[in-house]
């Protein structure tokens, strides 16, 4: 029995199919839901009807191919919008799904739980409009804080200007306080993920291969450096890189560059598997 999970985030929106506990394929579209939102309260209407037609296209692509359940959660960009409504009922509308709107504490929980399932260790998870961060042992959750940072709402504030993105980073990181250390940091979400698959230089992005993969602090620094040296087309070349992330990926590199920097972590451990897999857990599914 098949089943679909739809994450709905400020930047793109994300399917993954499961079946007998396992992952058959994840699909994305970048439709910048959070677009403007570091200027208003409010989703635009453009912002919201693409991002609809998004999800309800993958809504049909999952019921085509014979699933038998579709779950949606939405993130920072509908549960901080005053018209957040306004998009889930749109949802509802176009393809008669129900969206859940997460908070962001519960959206660090479901990206530890997806990246490390029963493990102890930290998470970072860089997106459109939020940037959580968690640390948990085996028992029990230690830390999670949301704060509102992520590539879209820098793309807005800050465009790519290096200094004023590193300014912005460094002062908004410092409100995550006293994180628990001792505890190896796991990276995920879609700038981690192309960072890391950009540091293999993998002809195509590889889940399997990018999962694993260290980051160092110096890493992070010549990844910072080379993204601010190249223009969006350049760095829109790389196989790698979705062309739609191109100019929003130098932003979410210097969040996590300035978090490692600020806490005095020795790097991060990319992960493939994150809040979509954590929400199928939460579900039964996997």
Known sequence: MKHAVIDIGSNSVRLMTVADGKVLYKRLKTTRLGEGISFSARLSRQAIDRTANAVAEFYAQAISEG?????????????????????????????????EVISGEKEAEIGVLGALGTGRGGL??????????IVKNEQEILY???????????????????PKLTHVCAETVKEYGDIPLGYEMYAVGGTATTLAALYLDLPKYD????????LSLTDLEKAVERLANSS?????????????RADVLLGGAVVL?????????????????DNLEGYAITKGLL
Do not use: M, Q, W
């Not at 038998?68 to 901080?80: I, L």
């Not at 560059?257 to 598997?273: A, P």
């Open 144 to 162: 999670k804080k949301s704060l509102n940072i992520g590539v879209v709402r820098l793309k807005d504030t800050c465009g790519r200007d290096l």
């Open 232 to 244: 969006v087309e350049e760095i829109a070349r790389h196989p790698c890189v979705d062309e739609k």
């Open 207 to 214: 889940g399997e291969k990018v999962t694993g993969t260290k």
């Open 124 to 133: 970072i998870d860089v997106g459109g409009a939020s940037t959580e961060v």
């Open 67 to 99: 699933i038998f359940s579709v779950y949606a959660f939405a993130t920072a960009a509908v549960r901080s919008a005053e018209n957040g409504a306004d998009f889930t009922e749109k949802v509802k509308a176009l393809c008669g799904l129900s969206v």
């Open 257 to 273: 560059l300035e978090i490692v920097k600020r806490y005095g972590f020795s790097g991060l451990t990319v992960s493939d598997r």
